[in-house]
C-alpha cells in the first residue's frame, strides 16, 4: 500500500477500490472512500501515521460496502466526521437498506454479506455544492445513477468521481455493470463531458488525465443494453422470461446474490424505459409482464 502523490495536496491510496487523501490544514486530511472493511481501514490508517496524518473527515461518493465498509473503524479511531449525500448518508447509518433494495423484502442470508451490507456508521448531510476545510475548497459533484445519490468531489484540480465511470477491463469482465438508475447514469456521463480536472480518479481507475475514451465506452455500454432491452420487448415479456432472455444474452450465468445485482440492474432499465414512454407493464393473471409501446421515446436511449 503506497500513498500516490498527483498534486501539492491531493494523493491516493490505489488499492480494489482508490481512496481519495487530500490535504487540509496541519496533519488533517480528508479522505474519499473508505475501503471495504476493517481490515482495509486499518491498513490506510497505518499508512497515514507513518506520515504522520490523521483523517478529519471522510467523503463517501456513496454507500455501497466497498466505498463505506472501512468507515466505521476509521470513525472509532479518530472520532472524524462522515459527509455523504442525503440518500446516502442514510444507507451508510442503515446498511441493511442495500439488501432490501435488491432483494425486495427482508433479504435472505447470502444478500446479508460484507459485500453488500457494510457495517455502519454516522454520516452527516452534503447539501451545498461546495465544501470550505481551512483554505481549501472543495467542490461537489451530483453523479447519480449508479447508485441513487452518489457525489464526485473535486479538490485541487483532481476528480474523484466514485462509481461514475468504470474501466474498460472491468465492463468485460463483468459483462453487465450494476447500475441502479440507467437513465440518470447517462446524464451524469454526458455531464461528465464537461467537468475539466488535471487528473480523474475512480473508484476501480487509476488516474487519468483525459476520460473521453471511457466516457465513450461507457455510454456505449448503457445503450446497448437499452437496446437488448427493447429488442426483447417486441412482444408481451413476462419478467422472469425477460431476465433469462437478457442474462443470456450477456453470457451471465450467476447464482446467489450476484444474481440480484442482475435483476435489479435489469429492473432499472425496464422502469428508465417506462419514464421515456418506450416501454410499459401490466399484471396479467399474477404475472408481471413488460411490453415495448411502439412509441418514440422522449429521448433517444
Known amino acids: 500500500m503506497e500513498l500516490q502523490g498527483l ?15 487530500i490535504m487540509l490544514g496541519g ?27 490523521e483523517p478529519a473527515v471522510i467523503l463517501n461518493t456513496h454507500a455501497h460496502a466497498d466505498h463505506c465498509g472501512g468507515n466505521a473503524y476509521i470513525q472509532e479511531a479518530t472520532g472524524c466526521r462522515i459527509l455523504a449525500s442525503p440518500s446516502e448518508a442514510a444507507a451508510i447509518a442503515n446498511p441493511l437498506m442495500q439488501a432490501i433494495a435488491l432483494y425486495g423484502g427482508a433479504p435472505p442470508d447470502e444478500l446479508i454479506n460484507s459485500l453488500i451490507v457494510a457495517e455502519p456508521s454516522k454520516a452527516e448531510v452534503i447539501e451545498s455544492d461546495t465544501l470550505e476545510f481551512d483554505d481549501l475548497a472543495i467542490r461537489v459533484l451530483r453523479l447519480g445513477g449508479h447508485s441513487i445519490g452518489q457525489l464526485g468531489f473535486v479538490a485541487d484540480g483532481v ?32 455531464h461528465l463531458q464537461s467537468v475539466t480536472a488535471s487528473s480523474f480518479v475512480g473508484g476501480h481507475f487509476q488516474p487519468e488525465s483525459r476520460i473521453d475514451i471511457l466516457l465513450a465506452e461507457n455510454i456505449r455500454h448503457v445503450r446497448d443494453a437499452f437496446a437488448l432491452v427493447k429488442s426483447l420487448l417486441s412482444g408481451p415479456q413476462p419478467y422472469d422470461r425477460l431476465a433469462k432472455q437478457f442474462f443470456g444474452s450477456f453470457k451471465l450465468q450467476k447464482s446467489g446474490w450476484e ?40 429521448r433517444e436511449l
Open 159 to 190: 476528480a474523484f468521481l466514485g462509481d461514475a465511470l468504470f474501466p474498460l477491463h472491468t465492463i468485460q469482465k463483468h459483462r453487465l455493470l450494476f447500475i441502479y438508475d440507467p437513465l440518470e447514469h447517462l446524464n451524469t456521463l454526458e
Open 7 to 21: 498534486t501539492g495536496r491531493v494523493r491516493v491510496i490505489p488499492g480494489p477500490v482508490n481512496i481519495g487523501v
Open 259 to 298: 444474481h440480484f445485482l442482475h435483476r435489479a440492474t435489469l429492473s432499472g432499465l425496464l422502469s428508465a424505459l417506462k419514464r421515456n414512454g418506450e416501454a410499459d407493464y401490466r399484471i396479467m393473471d399474477n404475472l408481471l409482464v413488460w411490453y415495448g409501446t411502439g412509441k418514440p421515446g422522449k
Open 27 to 53: 496533519d488533517r486530511v480528508a479522505l474519499v472512500d473508505s475501503g471495504l472493511d476493517r481490515r482495509m481501514a486499518r491498513r490506510v490508517l497505518e499508512l497515514l501515521s507513518a506520515y504522520r496524518l
